[in-house]
C-alpha cells in the first residue's frame, strides 16, 4: 500500500449493534495506546449506542461517552476521530484514503449479512465493503450464537471476498478472568492487522508435560 509507514498505522472500528460493547472499549483502550498506531477512525452506529447504554455505565448518549468509557491518556485520546454512521461521505468511505485495515467489533449478523451482499445502509457497511474492494485486511468479530445457516453461508461469503471472522471465544489458556479475556483478544485482533502486542503472558506458550 502506497502509505509512508513512519506516520503509523491508520484503522477503522465500526462498533455495531451487537452485546458486547466491552470488547470494543477494550479494543480501542489497547489499539489507541499501541505505538504502532496513529489513527484510529471510529464509527459507532445508532444500534450500538442503543446496546451500549444497557451494558456499560454510566449509560452512554453519545458516541463520544464510548470513547470517555476506553479511559485514554491525552496522547491516546488524539489519535480517535469520529464518524457518523449516517456520514457516507466521509473520508473513509473512498478508496482512495489508505488505511491499514478496519475492525467491526463487535459484528452483529445483520452487519455481517450486509458486508457479504454489498449493501452498504451506513458508513460502518460502506468502510467495509471498500476495505475488501481495496484487498485491505478486514476483521469481524462476529457476536452470534448458535449459527443459522444463512449465518453460516454469510461468514463463508465474507471469507471467500478476504474477510477474517474471529468470534469472540475465550482462549482459556491465557487465564479465565474477564480482564485477561478482554485483553487477549484484544491482542488477537490487532495481530490480524499486523500489530503485535507486547504481552508474552497472553500467548500460548507450548505443549505441558514431558518432553
Known sequence: MAQDRAV????????????GISLAVRFLRVAASHDAISKIHLVVSRHALRVAAAE??????HPRDIVDHCELDSQAAT???????????AIIASG????????????????????????SRGLIQRAADLTMKERRRLVLALRETPYSLIHAENIVTVTRAGAVVIPPIPAFYAGEDWETYLDHFAMRVLDQLGIDVDRPELRWKGSIGEE
Do not use: F, N, Q, W
Open 8 to 19: 503509523g498505522k491508520r484503522i477503522v472500528v465500526g462498533i455495531s449493534g451487537a452485546s
Open 56 to 61: 456499560l455505565e454510566p449509560p452512554p448518549s
Open 79 to 89: 489519535k480517535v476521530e469520529l464518524h457518523s454512521d449516517d456520514d457516507i461521505g
Open 96 to 119: 482512495s484514503y489508505p488505511t491499514d485495515g478496519m475492525v467491526v467489533i463487535p459484528c452483529s449478523s445483520g452487519t455481517l449479512a450486509s458486508i457479504a451482499h454489498g449493501v
